[in-house]
């Protein structure tokens, strides 16, 4: 198929997110007309609860028309950046095979809010890489402590640019997401793996909502 200049492949990681994918899936299909989004791949990490059978119920009362999910099952809980890397692979090569420009990222617990996809999109422009910039945090001192010295750290050690606050919620284009997706090995942290890519990135401020249960899978770190 001939590349078109638009279609939007979502990538999502879930563990353990029973209680919020229903709700999450149904932001995200309600604004797939908004930014041509033809598909999303829901990584799940391994979960021992009962998130895929809450995706499957939700699929299947939910006919469309709507973008097709695919859930993509790995074999055991490997942790968010595997989880991330994976989906983008499946991403790369289904967008590769259909003809779609672009590949995003969100996290499945509602603090990316899916509302925000088309300012995302809108911001690529003619660059490459448009990724959320957290504008406020609504977590507690701690954790924005250890946040805030992670990625100072992080600054500090990498040879390359890596945005501060800047989480896993971006939009791609495919030929940025086909390096992420070939050289994850590069660094073993998804906004920083991006960085490293190169091309023309933006930086986009947006606002981050509190988790829609209550604990971090992940910590300040990830
Ligand atoms: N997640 C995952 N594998 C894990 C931990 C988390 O796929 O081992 C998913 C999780 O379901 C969520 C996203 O990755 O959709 C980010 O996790 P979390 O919200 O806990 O991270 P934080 O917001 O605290 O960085
Ligand atoms: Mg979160």
Redesign the pocket.
Known sequence: MSPSASGLILV??????EKIVARFLERVLAVAGQVDMRGVVI?D?GSNDGTCSAIREFLSRTPGPRPKVRLLRLSR?F??QV?VVAGIQAAVAWAEQAGFAFVGLI???L?DRPEDLPKLLSAVGDADVAYGVRASRSEGLAFRLAAATFHWLLARTARFDIPRDAG?FSVMRLRAARVVAAESHQAPYFPALRAWVGFRQVGVPLARDV?ADDS????PL?
């Open positions: 999502a990681p879930v563990f353990n997110e990584v990490d809980n942790g968010h989880a996290d499945a617990d603090q896993t988790r971090s899978r992940v910590g990830g």
